[in-house]
């Protein structure tokens, strides 16, 4: 595993509609977490950037999940605001062109470019219109990228080895759909902790097992724990 610090490699998806929520989950958590995910439900609110300010005002890591997808130019520009809000991660759809766009324009921002989504499986891809395998789509979707210039990539842990093979030691690969057992809500390809990092992942983002524990901070602990105890 790479020199991450440890306590950094969780990040907590903080996907609630509101800042008195945002605030309330950051007070809860406190020190258990040191890295947040904010997406699209919290920009809805009105207060995406007062969250962000006050996170980096706090000393946490910011991973902007905004899945951007739009013509190069409009992604170049979205890319530059979210490096200028301090944004430590920002999410892209993973169009080559788009991202060779905004690269030079995301600063200390690192691009990560969202292969396929963990709420997909291989039926729901074929639905889509996409013909190739999933494993397949994934691979070609992240090798694009990385060309591109995209930092690291978004993909299942089911996908992380074969992608840690394929785009080296270098590329950032973070993976949603961290479960303890696979099943019981939307996600569709999930691995648990300790199969992400085996698989190569750099950081794993993890939302509901944490917030819907009874102790969301004993919980958040724990994983830490686990973490840690991989790079022991």
């Excluded at 950081?203 to 097992?209: H, T, Y």
Aim: hydrophobic share 50%.
């Amino acid at each position: 595993m790479r020199q991450i610090p440890s306590h950094d490699r969780l990040i907590f998806a903080l996907d609630v509609a509101s800042l008195a929520d945002a605030r309330a989950w950051i007070d809860r958590l406190g020190d258990a977490v040191s890295h947040y995910k904010i997406g699209l439900e919290l920009l809805g609110s009105g207060d995406y950037f007062t969250v962000l300010a006050e996170l980096k005002a706090r000393g946490k890591r910011v991973f902007a999940d905004l899945k951007l997808h739009d013509i190069p130019a409009t992604v170049a520009g979205a890319a530059a605001s979210l490096a200028r809000h301090g944004a430590d991660l920002l999410t892209v759809h993973a169009y080559p062109d788009a991202i060779a766009a905004a690269a030079p324009k995301a600063g200390a921002t690192k691009l990560l470019a969202i292969t396929v989504l963990t709420s997909m499986d291989d039926a729901a891809l074929a639905a889509s219109g996409v013909t190739l395998s999933m494993t397949a789509t994934v691979e070609r979707r992240a090798v694009g990228a990385i060309n591109a210039g995209a930092s690291g990539v978004v993909c299942s842990g089911l996908e992380a080895r074969r992608l840690r093979a394929v785009l080296g030691p270098n590329a950032l690969i973070v993976c949603p759909g961290i479960r303890s057992e696979p099943g019981g809500d939307d996600q569709q390809r999930t691995v648990t902790v300790e199969e992400a990092f085996a698989n190569g992942a750099d950081f794993i983002v993890i939302g509901r097992p944490i917030r819907q524990a009874v102790d969301p901070k004993a919980a958040a602990q724990t994983i830490q724990t686990r973490i840690a105890n991989l790079n022991a």
